[in-house]
């Protein structure tokens, strides 16, 4: 722990917004360990390959490459998800959208009841994974157009034994998927290049720009599959879509030609997510 003491400010003088718990993260992975476990075996001495491997990873950090890419891992709706740096890491506001589609399909009510979901724009499976771990009887059909991405999404599924459930898709959007969906499900690119510092340096040199920018105004992907929605939509269903605070008017505005289309705001207060019920 004196060695995360050291790190910290290291850290914080290299752009780290968080130095300490990075710090404590990346001695967990030096050593092998979680996290909490080095508050129960604070004292021990270190191996100098420990020290060596811990110092490799603060540098990593240091050059700014995000946590997650370097333990390779991200926790989301208490699901452990790989991820790697085809995929976009998933976000904590992505969590409302899940758990609002877990609140409207009644999953933790009585026996779950069969939901037909579909998932836009999966990048590491994030939402297709948790819906699929959180409700035992939905299906998920998710969608990507990389398939480096879908190589990590399905690693995801097979990791937390969804396959039955989950099946993955390369395609533009939900071209050529079948059927109709009680749930439709989206955190598509919705940034757009010309918005004023749109994202960190940070984000911009690690993630993938086609998980990030979604066209004019962020809203060229939105409104595609918006097109597509009453092809997809099976009747009471309902279309969730994570969209920027910028462009969550615009975002409304779109979907209302569907039917009552709602918005939730985020922890932060700012609105974050279009629920479309027509
Ligand atoms: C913002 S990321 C979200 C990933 C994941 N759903 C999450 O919430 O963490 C958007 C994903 O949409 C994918 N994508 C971008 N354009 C697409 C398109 N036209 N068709 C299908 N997927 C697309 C990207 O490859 C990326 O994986």
Redesign the pocket.
């Known amino acids: 722990m004196e060695l995360v003491g050291k790190a910290a400010p290291y850290l914080a003088s290299h752009g780290s917004a968080s130095p300490r718990l990075d710090a404590e993260l990346l001695l967990a992975e030096a050593l092998g360990v979680k996290r909490m476990d080095l508050y129960l075996q604070f004292d021990r001495p270190l191996a100098e390959a420990e020290v060596a491997r811990f110092r490799a990873l603060c540098r990593r950090r240091a050059g700014g490459e995000p946590i997650a890419y370097i333990r390779g891992r991200r926790e989301?709706m208490s699901v452990d998800l790989l991820v790697s740096p085809a995929?976009?890491?998933?976000?904590p506001e992505?969590e409302l959208l899940v758990e609002e589609a877990l609140k409207i399909s009644g999953a933790g009510l009585g026996p779950p009841t069969p939901t037909r979901v579909l998932?836009?724009?999966?990048?590491?499976g994030?939402?297709a994974v948790a819906m699929a771990v959180h409700h035992a009887a939905c299906r998920v059909v998710a969608?990507?157009?990389?398939a480096e991405?879908l190589a990590v999404a399905g690693h995801n599924v097979e990791r937390h034994e969804v396959q039955d459930r989950v099946e993955l898709r390369l395609?533009?959007?939900a071209a050529g998927v079948e059927g109709r969906f009680d749930l439709v499900l989206?955190?598509?690119?919705?940034i757009d290049r010309d918005w004023p510092e749109a994202v960190t340096s940070e984000v911009l040199a690690s993630e993938?720009s086609?998980?990030?920018f979604g066209g004019r105004n962020g809203l060229e992907?939105v409104a595609?599959l918006l097109d597509d929605v009453p092809r997809l939509l099976a009747q009471d269903g309902a279309v969730l879509l994570?969209v920027d605070p910028r462009n969550a008017a615009g975002a409304v505005a779109l979907a209302s030609r569907l039917g009552g289309a709602s918005l939730l705001k985020d922890l932060a207060g700012r609105d974050r997510v279009v629920v479309v019920r027509p």
């Open positions: 989301f995929v976009m890491i998933p976000r992505t998932d836009v724009g999966t990048g590491s994030a939402i969608t990507d157009n990389s991405a395609t533009d959007l989206a955190n598509l690119p919705y993938p086609a998980a990030l992907l595609r994570e």
